[in-house]
């Protein structure tokens, strides 16, 4: 019974996290209708921002080891990751549906950037190339060769295979291939409950979790931007056509899904310290999985989904074959959308974005 | 007649290239010839699912990782007691025997796989049925992780090396062939219906569910051909080759070059090939130049590089 309890615990707060990564997925399919295969990537950028955050030399004598550095740490990856969202949105995706000058440039400038390495590995090289590549991207847009605004959904899939692609591979040349570990930037300790021990880490995993989901539930209800995205998630044209600015809505709503990957990201690095550039790979694909099961679109059965799967899945390994561990997540979803099509939360039955 | 003097005519144009190709070009290409034409038939099968029928799908290196296993362990298992029963004929022939049944087998169990993805998507619609692809080519995956007798995660080695640059494109022939025949019948009428409008395809008396699991019976059935072309030319198979990611090439191959055509599944599968082997010249930036590339090819040209452009009219597809 203990070990259960115990097993029902560390599925909680890993469920948490992937709930915090699902929550990115069903925001952004909300809005867009996009599986945004991104995200994942997005997790491992707000792992690392954090890595390097905890690393830096400004953190550590300013504030040591007290928890106000954690905390900075925290913020400061999510507010990257949701600047990197931002980013992804505004030249990759938005290019598909709406003017978008100097995309690009911006393309062009990052393969400008790739080119300069080849001359040499300093970090002027990559400029020089980047700045070349950025001014020839920006003359042949001005010479009017702009992006088509009339992707379809599955080109639209296929971008975001190809940032992902993109995010993961850059990540091996910025943050170098072998897999680094994650400071303990909040200390551990073992907290005795009557017979159960419980690691503080994961209290900190879980507790972090529900304060984000619950100020995010908040803002989606009784805001008026939270207003806007559900009128954008239910029908964009109209919400258009009732002087919604959608694209700030889109931008917005990838800016919050990033920051809670980031989050996601960080708080998973607490549980397991070694974070490399692809770590994002499978809990991204999982908390898609999490997403799809609780029903996408729908941010309680995001939720729903991920505390399943982490249950499950921890169950999984406690008491059966670890081996099969990876294929537990898509048994039940399998298994669940025979029965419930939908997903568990359905349709259009609670508040989508 | 037409017909048998064309197959006549491309099996000795094979048999001929076949015999002087490998000197010719040396053996680096001749490997990206063999992985082009390999993914030239699961492009153009996959495109029978998410282009023609318009269901989509994920998850077809799940099927392309049944047949090659299958396949595989079919000729591996039982080539000492199929060839002493072939002993009448000379070598080459018994490799080609052992090799087609080794097909048979992929073709069959990939066949098989399909059928029980295709009953699911009776009930999906769109990105529920595409997760679940997704999720059955990662059980498949972690299913044969598990077996020991195929390799698990070693990797299954010692598959014996059957076939080559004319198998290869003599399947590649067949499963254009047999596609383009397809779309151009009712039963491709079928598949188009339901793709454009499901609910009018099935008050015209189209039997959705039949004509559903049918193209994915028949498209998973082409990538066990595939994988078996594959393990046997590669003697070598690892769970890792068939990843989630496989068949995400697979789909851009199928996008880029222009969903729904299959001239545009063979352009997209030849491009992304070997723009992916030229850019080996960028080094670790490979990857990242192919992302911006792919990124760029959809903003620019979504429709896709060939689009409906096609080489052969016939009727209206």
């Keep these: 019974m203990n070990t259960f309890l115990q097993q029902v615990i560390n599925g909680i707060s890993q469920g948490s996290a992937y709930a915090l990564i699902a929550l990115g997925y069903t925001m952004v399919y909300g809005v867009l209708r996009l599986i945004n295969f991104a995200h994942s990537d997005v997790y491992m950028f707000g792992a690392y921002m954090g890595y390097y955050l905890a690393n830096s030399a400004w953190l550590q004598s300013r504030f040591g080891t007290s928890p106000s550095a954690a905390i900075i740490v925290m913020l400061g990856a999510m507010a990257l990751s949701a600047g990197l969202g931002l980013l992804i949105e505004r030249f990759a995706y938005r290019p598909n549906r709406s003017s978008s000058p100097l995309t690009l440039a911006f393309w062009f400038g990052i393969l400008g950037a790739a080119a300069g390495q080849l001359f040499g590995e300093t970090m002027v090289w990559l400029a020089v190339g980047a700045a070349i590549g950025f001014v020839a991207g920006a003359l042949i847009e001005k010479a009017g060769l702009k992006p088509l605004k009339q992707g379809s959904r599955l080109g639209l899939l296929i971008i975001a295979i190809g940032v992902s692609l993109f995010l993961e591979n850059g990540g091996q040349q910025a943050f170098g291939a072998d897999p680094k570990f994650f400071p303990e930037i909040i200390p551990t300790k073992l907290i005795n409950a009557g017979s159960l021990k419980i690691d503080s880490q994961k209290l900190i995993v879980l507790g972090v979790s529900i304060v984000l989901m619950l100020l995010l539930n908040l803002l989606v209800k009784y805001t008026k931007t939270g207003k806007a995205m559900r009128a954008v998630s239910f029908n964009l044209d109209a919400a258009k056509l009732m002087g919604i600015n959608t694209d700030r809505i889109i931008a917005i709503t990838f800016a919050i899904g990033s920051a809670l990957a980031g989050a996601g990201g960080i708080l998973v690095a607490l549980l397991y310290p070694r974070i490399d550039p692809l770590m994002g790979v499978n809990p991204g694909i999982k908390a898609f999985v999490a997403a799809v099961l609780g029903g996408i679109g729908n941010i309680t059965g995001a939720m729903i989904g991920g505390l399943i799967l982490g249950i499950a899945e921890v169950m999984a390994v406690g008491y059966g074959q670890s081996t099969y561990r990876d294929a537990i997540a898509f048994v039940i979803l399998v298994l669940i959308l025979l029965l419930k099509p939908d997903g568990i939360m359905g349709k259009g039955s609670t508040d989508k974005v | ?317």
């Design chain 2, 1 to 317: 007649m037409k017909k048998v003097l064309f197959w006549l005519a491309a099996i000795a144009i094979l048999i001929v290239t076949q015999a002087g190709i490998k000197g010719l070009i040396g053996p680096y290409y001749y490997h990206i010839l063999i992985l082009v034409g390999i993914n030239i038939i699961l492009a153009v099968s996959l495109n029978l699912i998410n282009g023609v029928t318009g269901q989509f799908s994920i998850g077809h290196a799940g099927f392309y990782a049944v047949g090659a296993y299958s396949s595989a362990s079919l000729v591996y298992y039982g080539q000492s007691a199929i060839r002493p029963a072939l002993s009448f004929l000379p070598q080459m022939a018994q490799d080609a025997v052992l090799l087609l049944l080794g097909l048979c087998a992929g073709a069959l169990a990939a066949g098989i796989a399909g059928f029980a993805v295709g009953i699911p998507s009776l009930r999906l619609r769109g990105d529920y049925l595409a997760i679940v692809t997704l999720g059955f080519g990662e059980i498949i995956r972690v299913l044969i992780l598990n077996i020991n007798a195929i390799g698990a995660s070693r990797g299954f080695s010692g598959i014996p090396l059957l076939s080559n640059f004319f198998w290869v494109y003599l399947f590649v022939f067949v499963t254009i062939a047999t596609v383009y025949n397809l779309v151009h019948s009712s039963y491709g009428r079928a598949f188009i219906s339901i793709r454009d409008d499901e609910i009018a395809a099935e008050a015209m008396g189209v039997d959705t569910t039949r004509f559903k699991v049918m193209s994915f019976v028949i498209s998973s059935m082409f990538a066990g051909v595939a994988g078996g072309l594959f393990g046997h030319f590669e003697m070598y198979l690892h769970p890792n080759s068939f990843l989630f990611t496989t068949s995400f090439y697979l789909i851009i191959m199928i996008v880029v070059g222009g969903l729904g055509s299959i001239e545009g599944a063979i352009v997209g599968a030849t491009l992304v090939t070997v723009v992916l082997e030229v850019f080996r010249g960028f080094g670790p930036f490979r990857l990242v130049n192919f992302a911006v590339l792919l990124v760029l090819v959809m903003l620019y040209r979504p429709q896709g590089l060939v689009g409906s452009w096609t080489l052969f009219r016939k009727g209206t597809a």
